[in-house]
C-alpha cells in the first residue's frame, strides 16, 4: 500500500445548524471557534436545536480528513489513521472516506461511539462548532497502522490532536519514522481554541518545526503574540521552512526561509458557510506540492477550491467538483525546494 500522503487526525461526524447570533449567546459559545463538550451537555444542545432548527447537513468531517479528501478527490493518493466507534456513525464515517478513495486501516473501528461535531453557522457564514470527541479522544499509537507512512511523501498532522495526550504520543512516532524516512512534514493549528486552551499540545505536535504549517492570519497572531503582520510570518518562520497563513477575503501569504514571499488573491464568492474552507485549502494546496506545482499554483489552486466549499453548505465538495476545479486552470512548475 503506496500512497502520496499519510495523515492523523479526528473521526468527526458534523451535525450542521443554521442558527443566530443570539442563539450562540445564550449557549455560551464563542463564535468562530471549536469548543470541547461531553456528550451530556452536547445532546442538550441537540434537543434545543431539534426543537427550533432544521439540521442543514451530516457529513463526515473531521478537519484533517477535510483536507485528505480534497487530495484524494483531485487525484492523489492517501491514507487517513483515525478512530471511530462500532456503531451507525463510525459505519457512515469510513464509507464517506472510502466513497472518496481515503485508505484506511481495519484498526480504525473499536467499540465505543464515534465522535460528533455539531456546527452551527451564523448569517455571515461564520462557523462556531461544539465537539463531543467520542472514541477519538482515546486515539494511540495501538490502533495506528504506520506502515504506509514510510513510504509516503507528506505526513500531515491536524492540531485538534494538541488536546490529546495519546495522540500526541502517536504523533510524536510518526514524526521520527518521516525523520528517519526524509518524509516532509505538514501541521495546521486548527483552531484559535487550540492555541489558547492547548498551547502546550500543540508545541509537543510542533516540536523542533515542521516542513510546512499552515495556518489563519488570527491563529498566527495568537500563536506568535505579535500584532504586525511581518513580525508574524517572521515568527512562524521559526517554525516551518514553508508557512502559509489564510486571511478570509484577503487571500493568503506564502513565505518561505529562503526569503520567498508570495500574497495569494482570494477568489470572490457568495460566502454561506465557511465550514471546511481551510481544511480544502490546505488539502488542495499539498496535492499541489505533490503534482510539483509552483508555490504560486499551489496557493491559487487552494484559494479557488476554499472558494467553492465557502458557497455551499458542508466542508466537501463532489470528487466532480473538485475535478472541475483543476481543469479550470492549467497548473504546473515547479515547487521551490523545502
Not at 451507525?88 to 473501528?109: H, K, P
Not at 452551527?120 to 497502522?145: C, F, H, N
Not at 513565505?255 to 488542495?284: H, M, Q, W, Y
Request: with cysteine.
Amino acid at each position: 500500500m503506496s500512497v502520496d500522503l499519510y495523515v492523523i487526525g479526528n473521526a468527526l461526524v458534523d451535525l450542521e445548524y443554521s442558527v443566530d447570533d443570539q442563539f450562540l449567546q445564550q449557549h455560551q459559545l464563542l463564535k468562530g471557534t471549536m469548543q470541547l463538550a461531553e456528550q451530556t451537555a452536547q445532546q442538550q444542545l441537540l434537543a434545543h436545536l431539534n426543537q427550533n432548527h432544521h439540521a442543514q447537513e451530516q457529513a463526515s468531517g473531521g478537519s484533517a480528513a477535510n483536507s485528505t479528501v480534497a487530495f484524494t478527490a483531485m487525484g492523489g493518493s492517501a491514507f487517513y489513521a483515525c478512530r471511530v466507534g462500532n456503531d451507525d456513525f463510525g459505519r457512515f464515517y469510513l464509507n464517506g472516506l472510502r466513497q472518496a478513495n481515503v485508505q484506511t486501516s481495519s484498526s480504525s473501528m473499536s467499540e465505543g461511539e464515534t465522535g460528533t461535531c455539531v456546527v452551527l453557522v451564523t448569517p455571515d457564514s461564520e462557523r462556531t462548532m461544539q465537539t463531543y470527541l467520542g472514541i477519538t479522544a482515546e486515539l494511540s499509537a495501538a490502533q495506528i497502522d504506520f506502515e504506509p507512512l514510510k513510504t509516503a511523501k507528506y505526513l500531515y498532522i491536524e492540531g485538534y490532536l494538541a488536546t490529546s495526550p495519546t495522540a500526541r504520543l502517536a504523533v510524536k512516532h510518526a514524526r521520527e519514522i518521516a525523520k528517519d524516512s526524509n518524509i516532509a512534514t505538514a501541521i495546521t493549528l486548527s483552531d484559535p481554541a487550540m492555541v489558547q486552551y492547548a498551547r502546550e499540545g500543540l508545541d509537543d505536535l510542533i516540536a523542533d518545526g515542521v516542513d510546512i504549517l499552515f495556518c489563519n492570519e488570527h491563529e498566527a497572531r495568537m500563536y506568535t503574540g505579535t500584532e504586525q503582520l511581518d513580525d508574524t510570518v517572521a515568527a512562524l518562520l521559526n517554525l516551518g521552512n514553508i508557512v502559509i497563513i489564510t486571511r478570509s477575503e484577503q487571500g493568503a501569504i506564502i513565505a518561505t526561509r529562503s526569503g520567498k514571499r508570495l500574497t495569494i488573491e482570494a477568489v470572490p464568492c457568495n460566502a454561506i458557510d465557511t465550514l471546511g474552507a481551510g481544511d480544502a485549502f490546505a488539502g488542495a494546496f499539498l496535492y499541489g506540492m505533490n503534482k510539483g506545482y509552483t508555490l504560486e499554483n499551489c496557493g491559487k489552486l487552494a484559494a479557488a477550491t476554499a472558494s467553492k466549499v465557502v458557497s455551499q453548505y458542508g466542508p466537501r465538495l463532489s470528487i466532480e467538483q473538485y475535478q472541475a476545479i483543476l481543469q479550470a486552470g492549467s497548473l504546473t512548475g515547479d515547487v521551490a525546494a523545502i
